[in-house]
């Protein structure tokens, strides 16, 4: 079943778009405080259509993350007793009580992990905020992470360059199905450990 192809050349085409880093921008500054959908999204097929500006695309998007982490510090810092109640009811919870644990053990480096990482870097934030970190370890440890991921996506896809965008159309099928069976083998995993 072909679902992912007409999604990914969709992609594409928005990736091509005039107000693309601006697209870019937002959804960064949003993942990293609220919004769930990952910023790579776009930087890949962004920098897969335009591998010359690879590079301006991840340090938008590290920049835009790491103002959106500044956010989520200030939603922590100054609303945690709001959202609480909230939080402990979504599926963030654990990842939220996660982080607490890995701020007291590890503090700046427990920022650097989930700023690189697949972990939601959005609860790693908003904890660190609730939690009181100090800012400028805060901002350099979200710097260094995100840019590290970042410049990671956009140096592969500007490497590869047509040679990966036709091998990603031809496989993105098999990828998409794969990606699914393993975010729902996570799942049950995670919802039975």
Do not use: C
């Amino acid at each position: 079943m072909k679902l992912f192809s007409p999604l990914y050349r969709r992609a594409m085409a928005w990736s091509r778009h005039p107000r693309a880093p601006q697209y870019l921008a937002g959804l960064s500054f949003a993942e990293s405080s609220f919004f769930p959908v990952p910023p790579d999204v776009m930087l890949a097929p962004m920098s897969l259509a335009n591998p010359r500006r690879a590079w301006r695309f991840a340090l938008l998007t590290t920049l835009a993350s790491v103002a959106g982490g500044l956010f989520g510090y200030l939603i922590g810092y100054f609303a945690i007793d709001a959202i609480l109640p909230w939080l402990q009811t979504t599926r963030y919870w654990p990842a939220y009580e996660t982080a607490v644990e890995w701020f007291g053990v590890w503090g700046f480096w427990a920022v650097f992990v989930a700023g690189f990482s697949p972990i939601p870097y959005k609860v790693f934030t908003i904890a660190a905020g609730a939690l009181s970190m100090a800012l400028l370890p805060f901002t350099l440890a979200s710097l260094v992470g995100r840019g590290l991921r970042f410049f990671l996506v956009a140096g592969l896809m500007a490497w590869g360059g047509e040679r990966m965008e036709a091998l990603l159309h031809r496989y993105i099928d098999r990828l998409g199905w794969a990606t699914v069976l393993a975010v729902v083998a996570a799942a049950l995993w995670y919802g039975n450990g």
